[in-house]
């Protein structure tokens, strides 16, 4: 029988997260959202630095990372970035010096301790040397500036992309796809919260690879739905390459979900607070205000919106982020009255 994922197969790997992570039902959370089967892709117990959706994608970028013999990885996130929480778990793992280029200011405000604990607690934890990026300059720049400095004192550097989605990282989500189907072959949709499109791009060319029909809505959690709809279709269009099934690929698959993401990144409006609450309760999830609670709080909206009207089983990615609700004690603490 031919494999579908051959070319995925053949491709450099690291083995890093916990896999095939759980897949558990929702019975109560579905129930009273009107959904005859609601699931849950627990992609926050991947296991290395605490979990997360950026584990899969780092197995396939670190692993060119090593192919090319980098001693040295840098990449770029926020102060509450869970990509830089994972680079440099994975790092510290792997014996490889990771520099991170934290991005500070993107938030007009912040609460207490926003800025020392939570994930960058834990990346200062794992080893990784920050480097400081006023949001307002060239980012992009300056993470290249970093790369090369480094190359200049002789080090060897592979450049982390933000959020480890190229087309590579999406590989991880390739798996990921072979997962669910493996576990819950009936499954219709697939939601998640989606920012640097990796994620996404990587379930539609991995459902597209292996010939299933489920549909994915990606949740913008940046306030920015075109930009990562745009992500998502250049991102996916390489990695359906990657799969040699580029010419399936049709962007009219993608579907960013607008209207969850609160007013900014970083901000939780009423949404993002029920679905935090409505998951904790309903179903013992800690969910971030930042990601997985928008990611949850899109889920809810659109099934109120009868967008599932027509049944299949849901299947909702929790992917990770739990660091960050240590960085919202205010928020946190007014949701647990």
């Not at 400081?132 to 004192?153: K, Q, S």
């Not at 493996?182 to 939601?191: Q, S």
């Not at 690929?249 to 900014?264: C, H, I, L, Q, T």
């Amino acid at each position: 029988m031919t494999d579908a994922l051959a070319a995925l197969r053949d491709l450099p790997r690291l083995l890093l997260a916990h896999l095939p992570t759980p897949m558990e039902a929702a019975p109560r959370l579905g129930a009273l959202l009107g959904l005859a089967s609601l699931r849950v892709k627990r992609d926050d117990c991947t296991g290395l630095g605490l979990g997360g959706n950026k584990i899969r994608k780092l197995e396939f970028d670190l692993a060119a990372a090593q192919a090319a013999g980098a001693d040295c990885v840098v990449c770029g996130g926020v102060v509450q970035s869970n990509t830089a929480r994972q680079v440099a778990a994975a790092c510290a793992k792997l014996g490889i010096a990771c520099h991170l280029g934290i991005m500070r200011g993107r938030l007009s405000a912040t609460e207490p301790g926003y800025e020392e604990t939570g994930n960058i607690l834990l990346d200062r934890l794992y080893g990784a040397v920050i480097h400081n990026i006023p949001w307002d300059e060239d980012r992009n720049a300056r993470l290249h500036g970093i790369a090369d400095d480094l190359r200049a004192e002789g080090r060897r550097v592979y450049l982390v992309p933000y959020g480890a989605s190229d087309a590579l990282g999406a590989m991880g989500y390739v798996v990921a796809a072979e997962e669910i189907i493996r576990d819950c072959p009936e499954v219709a949709w697939i939601v998640h919260g989606s920012g640097s499109a990796g994620t996404q791009a990587g379930l539609l060319a991995g459902l597209l690879a292996l010939g299933h029909p489920a549909r994915v809505i990606g949740v913008d959690v940046d306030a920015q739905p075109a930009r990562v709809r745009a992500d998502v279709c250049r991102v996916g269009r390489e990695a359906a390459a990657l799969l040699g099934v580029a010419g399936r690929w049709e962007d009219d698959r993608v579907e960013v979900a607008a209207g969850w993401s609160g007013p900014a990144y970083g901000v939780a409006d009423a949404t993002t607070e029920e679905a935090i609450r409505l998951a904790a309760r309903c179903e013992g999830l800690a969910l971030d205000p930042v990601y997985a609670g928008k990611g949850m709080a899109g889920l809810i909206g659109l099934a109120r919106q009868g967008r599932f009207r027509d049944g299949g089983t849901v299947v909702w990615i929790h992917t990770g982020g739990s660091p960050g609700i240590f960085a919202y004690p205010e928020t946190m603490a007014r949701l647990s009255r």
